[in-house]
């Protein structure tokens, strides 16, 4: 669509089978290339005068949106959103902000402040919270099948089998087993036997972990459970098909 485009003084709202992007007022929408065919232009998203924009028979809560802008305004942030849509029956999930790349430079700064903090703490504190979160995934696992079903498509058993029960028993498993495996490892020198030598394990800092959209929870569950029992911190890259589901397991770790 052209930026010239406007909706009647309203928000923009593009329309792809991924996203919808709000523009704020008075700013025009973001060009798309084209070959980005997928991509389609509402003229008028019939806004509806009880504060929200209709998308056929759905509406998205106009306060939804303008809440979100108001906190970018306060912290200076961008006000780009993702609001994706369900694979089933096409209704807008709740939007998403986009960071800024000085805000994931942020992140990615404290995260390597709070590594240290971590990778301090004795193996036994390691052990008890990792423990916690297994134990807190199991504990809402019928909220998250719910989620990952909705913003996936799958199914709620096939989300269950498949990516809540294996991150949950992924982290049980590590807070039992990772500081055996951990320990330092002794090699054996044939030719100098009155010589030692072991192999240490460090770990390496902050761990970028990216999710895939039709596996949201559990692959890049397992790369956090494993940074945090060799302490490390994670920064997670959210599929922007399924960034709802990175959120809720943000909650679920805190």
């Not at 008890?128 to 979160?133: E, F, Q, S, V």
């Not at 596996?215 to 029992?229: E, I, N, T």
Request: aromatic fraction near 6%; proline fraction near 8%; glycine fraction near 6%.
């Amino acid at each position: 669509p052209s930026p010239s485009q406007s909706s009647g003084g309203n928000e923009v709202v593009l329309l792809s089978e991924r996203a919808i992007l709000l523009a704020p007022e008075g700013v025009a929408a973001p060009q798309c290339e084209p070959k980005a065919e997928r991509w389609r232009f509402i003229p008028h998203p019939r806004t509806s005068t009880k504060g929200s924009i209709r998308l056929g028979p759905v509406e998205i809560p106009r306060q939804d949106i303008a809440s979100l802008r108001a906190a970018d305004a306060a912290t200076g942030a961008g006000s780009e959103f993702i609001c994706n849509l369900e694979p089933a029956t096409g209704v807008p999930l709740p939007p998403v902000r986009v960071m800024g790349a000085e805000e994931v430079r942020d992140c990615i700064r404290r995260a390597r402040a709070a590594q240290s903090a971590w990778n301090a703490l004795p193996f036994r504190e390691r052990r008890r919270k990792l423990t916690a979160l297994g134990r807190t995934i199991l504990e809402n696992a019928n909220s998250l099948c719910e989620l990952i079903s909705r913003e996936t498509g799958k199914p709620r058993t096939e989300a269950l089998l498949l990516e809540v029960i294996p991150a949950a028993d992924l982290a049980l498993f590590y807070a039992r087993r990772a500081e055996k495996i951990l320990r330092p490892e002794k090699i054996r020198l044939r030719l100098l036997p009155n010589k030692q030598s072991y192999i240490h394990y460090e770990p390496r800092g902050v761990i970028g972990a990216i999710s895939a959209w039709n596996f949201p929870f559990s692959f890049f569950m397992g790369d956090v459970v494993c940074a945090l029992a060799t302490g490390n911190a994670t920064v997670v890259k959210a599929s922007e098909a399924t960034p709802l589901v990175a959120l809720k397991a943000k909650q679920l770790c805190e």
